[in-house]
């Protein structure tokens, strides 16, 4: 049923991006290259060999994007520092002045229209000097985002509140090391992924601990990672094996990541026995997932402050019944469930629409991790049409995501403090290029202007800001009750003799 309700005051409401997918200016005064930058400039790797050399072009489009931000009464900003525009060869003896005053510029502006930076420290886009070291997979990197990191909030925090760590730490761990589709293009699935994320772990953890033992006190800010999660669906609710493989998804997924910071230190022990007990099947002296001393887990437990996360989509999960071969690396088979994406998606591409997954997933946060503040930091939906003003199905799914949302905030009572909406504009995303698009703003990447242009769901979505949720109106149930009007009219007027008289 549809639910008519309001968040509280506090709510905030906001639109997210990210460095490489709007910015532009790969190579512009003096920023350094990045994985992506590189990556995406070898022909074939990405759909209709799209760079995002220019894309939207906001590295000289600040005045201009606070502008639709401002129209669009949002009241935060999530958006990502590249580490190669500040740091060109990732350490901090290569300050790239022109990077950091172009954060400035954007930062004041958004604080002097009253807009409160949410900022993402790492959104993916490597330097390309600190892959040549190793990338993630070297321990050097710790210290080496500690520094970065340090130099932000030395810089840029007396304004910003707001800290991201890491953006979606287990797609790097697994799309970048383990299936390779991302760079670094890292085909490792049985032991890189679950290194890699025992060092993005101790950085996020490293990082956080600067922040409050050197800035907390003066700037008050809260920081975070930022996992995207996929809600899990028994496929036979009734059957408790699908429960558990729900269940099971979720900890590879959610508490790789959230179980250390959240809970214990440690990694979910689902993951301790499923990874180990193949580990032992492979023969191999010690398991492939890494781990946590004793002083290493009381570090990195409580690093975070609130809850944030992005979401797209649901699956249906079940176990998997098929007998695997214990020298298979594969990561799905090392979960041992199997996801079903049977649910239609005409004009979505990739992540199918399922909004009652949202309320499911806020409960399952609440109860898992003790009801921390959540926020939403990602959530739209891809079109794979092009670019229309007349976003009619988007407008829909944030209708019914944000109304999810609210039960679970109204009903539930789950500790939601804000909302993000994916994204500000159309961009590159990623491996898809400029297709499909995600964005409240169109943009003509075919014009070297880049205008931008508000698409239905930015008025929708600006309605909804200026309401603080989807208030009660005599206009809606007007509207929820004139089919029926009409139709009990119709009945009388054919009783009548009178339906098609003029």
Known sequence: MY?????????????????????????????????????????????????????????NKVEEDIYLLRALGVKNYRFSLSWPRIFPNGRNNSINSHGVDYYNRLIDGLVANNITPIITLYHWDLPQALQDIGGWESSALIDLFDSYADFCFRTFGDRVKFWIT??????????????????????????????????????HARVYHTYDDKYRASQRGVIALCPNIDWAEPKTPSDPKDIEAADRYLQFLVGWFAHPVFKNGDYPEVMKWKVGNRSELQNLPSSRLPVFTAEERDYIRGTADVFFFNTYTSKIVTHATTRLSPISYEYDQEVLTKVDSSWPSSAVTGHRAVAWGLRRLLNWIKEEYGNPPIYIIENGVGLATKSSIDDNTRIFYYKTYIDEALKAYKLDGVNLKGYNAW?????????????????????????????????????????????NGIPFHLTSLLQGLLPHLNTVTNQHLKKKGLLGVV
């Open 423 to 467: 994204s500000f504009m159309d961009n590159f995303e990623w491996l898809n290029g400029y297709d499909p698009t995600f964005g409240l703003h169109q943009v003509d990447f075919d014009n070297p202007n880049r205008p931008r242009t508000p698409k239905r769901s930015a008025v929708y979505y600006a309605e909804i800001i200026r309401n």
């Open 166 to 203: 890491i953006n979606e730490p287990q797609v790097i761990a697994w799309a970048s090391y383990g299936s390779g589709e991302l760079p670094p293009n890292v085909k490792d699935p049985g032991s890189a992924p679950y290194k890699v994320a025992h060092i993005l772990l101790k950085a």
């Open 3 to 59: 639910f008519y309700g309001t968040f509280p005051e506090d709510f905030t409401w906001g639109v997210s991006s990210a460095a490489y997918q709007i910015e532009g200016g790969w190579d512009a005064d003096g920023k350094g290259p990045s994985i992506w930058d590189n990556f995406t400039h070898v022909p074939g790797n990405i759909k209709n060999n799209d760079t995002g050399d220019i894309a939207c072009d906001s590295y």
